[in-house]
């Protein structure tokens, strides 16, 4: 069981997910986080790529139950847009 970080300031390729190098996305929180793991977003817009379909697109197993909460101090104000 992990605690994940993710803020719009973050960075998917730079980050490790950690509260002090956060990833930018959802996608690669997601794509990452495992059966019991958390991911703790910070307040913002996140923009997800659908690679041009138009569809976001997260293929996780439904066993897999993860947690998806605001990290401590956020109102868990977020908005998730594909683009």
Do not use: R
């Amino acid at each position: 069981m992990t605690d994940y970080y993710i803020a719009t300031t973050g960075n998917d390729t730079t980050g490790n997910g950690s509260s002090g190098t956060p990833w930018k996305t959802f996608t690669k929180a997601m794509t990452v986080a495992g059966a019991g793991d958390t991911i703790n977003a910070a307040d913002g817009l996140y923009s997800e790529d659908t690679e041009g379909n138009g569809y976001w697109v997260i293929s996780k197993n439904l066993a897999d139950w993860l947690t998806i909460q605001p990290t401590n101090g956020a109102t868990g104000d977020v908005t998730v847009e594909a683009t």
